[in-house]
């Protein structure tokens, strides 16, 4: 496991009025990296952002975009995202009929490459993908909105893929997305998560680093 937790701030509960500074605040408060949530009202019932808004965010930053594609067919998007400054593209397994050729896809352009899993999705989908991963994102909630609550039955999935993580001998994130906090933190870290994705936790309080440094203490790096 990677030893230092990376925090991923999540811009859905960011002030959207003001996101280049928003996300300016994010990078001086010590976020790791930045977490894009992009739906599309069929795979989840809301809509947030596409490509535009991801190119606007990379003239701002430098810190890497975590682009989490809710969308059904999303390899039909990966080259915008792409194009569009993303750093790793994460595809749901659900919404993906032939994933292995999306991580293809998404490799060839030279990203990262992240699978995610809705909360009743089993580990076993991505058995056979995760030697070629470089990231697999664990959905503690119900994808489509910020601000609900943690769902602790996903927790056992965690411990088996850092397992099946180690054993590929390659370095892969294991990130879980919704409802963390100071609280949850250290039971997602304790079962093998090295990259925590918060929205509320971060932005519900009003000061970027005092949250981002709770979270890191909380996850024990
Ligand atoms: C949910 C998104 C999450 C969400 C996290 O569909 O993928 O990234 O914004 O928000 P919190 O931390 O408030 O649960
Ligand atoms: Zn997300």
New binding site residues.
């Given amino acids: 496991m990677a030893s230092q937790v990376r925090i991923a701030p999540?811009i859905?509960?960011a002030d959207f009025a003001r996101l280049g500074e928003e996300v300016q605040a994010l990078e001086s408060a010590g976020a790791d990296w930045i977490?894009v949530?992009v739906?599309d009202g069929r795979f989840?019932p809301?809509l947030t952002i596409g490509p535009p808004v991801v190119k606007a965010i990379r003239a701002v930053t430098k810190l890497p975009l975590d682009v989490?594609l809710?969308i059904v067919e999303p390899e039909r998007y990966i080259d915008a995202f792409a194009d569009a400054g993303a750093n790793c593209i994460t595809v749901h397994v659900e919404a993906c009929t032939h994933i292995h050729r999306a991580i293809q896809h998404i490799h060839a352009r030279g990203l990262r490459a992240g699978v995610s899993l809705n909360p009743s999705t089993s580990e076993e989908t991505v058995r056979y993908l995760i030697s070629s991963v470089d990231l697999v994102l664990v959905?503690s909630?119900?994808?489509?909105?910020?601000?609900?609550a943690?769902i602790a039955d996903v927790v056992p999935k965690l411990d088996v893929l850092r397992k099946w993580a180690v054993s590929s001998g390659r370095d892969i994130d294991l990130e879980v997305?919704?409802?963390?906090?100071p609280e949850t933190a250290p039971i997602v870290c304790a079962a093998g998560a090295n990259a925590l994705?918060?929205?509320?936790?971060?932005f519900g309080g009003g000061n970027y680093a005092r949250a981002i440094a709770q979270l890191r203490a909380a996850a024990g790096s």
């Fill in positions: 999540s859905l509960s977490h949530d739906m989840v809301n989490h809710m959905m909630v119900n994808p489509g909105f910020g601000g609900q943690f997305d919704g409802g963390v906090t994705v918060a929205g509320s936790a971060i």
